[in-house]
């Protein structure tokens, strides 16, 4: 994996992390996204197909 693809996995995780302890399951990932200073498109490419987990 690219270091900068590492870097933006990294920073959705953490601010899924962040938003999860305030806003509980509700969190859009919209808000993820945002939240890391990302678009919502790559929030989809850090995550697996539906049904897969």
Do not use: F, I, K
Request: glycine share 10%; proline share 6%.
């Amino acid at each position: 994996m690219r270091s900068d693809a590492r870097a933006n996995r990294q920073d959705l995780l953490e601010a899924a992390e962040a938003l999860l302890n305030v806003h509980g399951p509700t969190v859009s990932l919209r808000a993820v996204a945002q939240e890391a200073g990302l678009g919502v498109g790559t929030l989809y490419r850090h995550s697996p197909p539906a049904g897969t987990c």
